[in-house]
């Protein structure tokens, strides 16, 4: 066997008569440790931490998904429950177990955490340990590796972490890698950050800039363009003034020299000068270029279109049309919709482990991760509709009005006068009629009498 088929054979690479047209060749190196991503995550969060504007467009994402909280529900016919230690006989259901569960591990600022990281960088890692799981920094991981030839690489990986993590291993079953969708061959989710650091291919051997290195070199030319073209040279002209000499050593500078020194150290307050000659003050201030304008402004909306959080560009001049501003948000609303799944995907698997762990049945219990507040909306429509129709009674009804709803009642009915008896329109008819009869039955029985 030759050196090249050697080396082919050694690097994974088929022979060219073993490929077939149409087909995707993956290198046994990449089958291995997968395809991995073109920047770092230790340069990811570098950017993170040094642009406001990426962290803030991050941040409000991420708070859009757990500002609100969450809550957990279960199956409620599984009403199973066990003592909650052997010196302890106060029963607890699967409910209380997770509940104090979240509590121990902070689950509200863990879940604030793993939306920023899935946000921005695309992944989110954690260490599982006997009462819950702890953060494994972003900046940690190098790759992962795949745990055999047979199994593919995205469906079971360990992970590698970085020489300054001391090049460790952690194995598949001892982390929780929450991740948005993976493409290619990688286990390895894809966030904002990578999309704007990304280098494209050159283009007939010209460097392509990422997105963000264009951000960089447009402020860095800002600053620059700010200090050329703000203040300009000043030319001070003086008609006959001698030349002089310039200060050489111990020499002092005379005539047009030393009036240069003393201009050039002459404070910004400005200073009287006295001179015998005609004196003239010309400033030489560049014209600033307009071609730009429309350039720079395209790089902005792809940045900020990279950033996917339509709340950035609503705050502009030239931000959305209210159709437009509904359509975004609508759209953004779904892709926060598609993190919120996979953390509850990973979330609920946890707490049925946690659950069978402690003797109960993680599968029937169903313990479920519900993002926003168990609070329930009252309308007094509903209400007294529930009160007409008897699903509640007036007593119910007043607590929810007093507590939920806020009305400046009392907590008990008050007491009311009962109102007069009515009569009923057919009685009172009838007593009409009866009063009529009686009338003329008086008058004939008078008549009667004066006749006799």
Known sequence: MGLLSRLRESFGIPKPSEIKEGALVISSTAQAIGIRTSTSFAN????FNEDPVIKESILQS??????????????????????????DPTRRTAKDVIDEWCKQNNLDQKLSQIAIEMIAFGNSFWNITANGFTNIPIESIDHAVAVEKSTPIREKYKLQLT???ENKVLPYDEFLHFHTEAIGNSPMGAGIILGLIATPEPVDNVEIPSLYEIRKSTRASMKEGFKKFSFGNELWIFEGYPTGTPKSGDTVATGI??????????????KRIATNVRGDVVLALPQRTQSYDKWIEQIDNEFLMALGNPSLKLGLEQGFTKATAEAAKDLYEMKLAAIKRVIKRLIEGVWAK??????????????????????VEYTTPDLFA????????????????LKNM???ISET??????????????????????AVETAKLKKDVYERLLKS
Do not use: C
């Not at 990811?44 to 950017?47: A, E, G, R, S, T």
């Not at 020299?257 to 400005?270: F, H, I, K, Q, V």
């Not at 529930?386 to 009005?401: G, M, Q």
């Not at 008050?414 to 009866?434: F, Y």
């Open 44 to 47: 990811q969060l570098k950017v």
């Open 62 to 87: 991420a708070y859009q998904i757990v500002s609100t909280g969450f809550f957990t529900t279960y199956n409620e016919k599984y009403t199973f429950d066990l003592p909650r230690s052997a010196t």
């Open 163 to 165: 020489m300054a993590y």
């Open 257 to 270: 020299y030393a009036l240069g020194d003393s201009l050039r150290d002459m404070p910004s307050t400005g």
């Open 354 to 375: 946690v659950l069978d762990n402690s003797g109960f049945d993680g599968k029937q219990a169903d313990m479920r991760l519900n993002f926003g507040t168990q609070e």
């Open 386 to 401: 529930a009160v007409d129709k008897r699903i509640i009674s007036t007593d119910e009804a007043r607590h929810i009005l």
């Open 406 to 408: 806020k009305w400046d």
């Open 413 to 434: 009915a008050p007491t009311l006068p009962t109102p007069p008896a009515q009569v009923a329109p057919d009685t009172k008819a009838t007593l009409d009629n009866l």
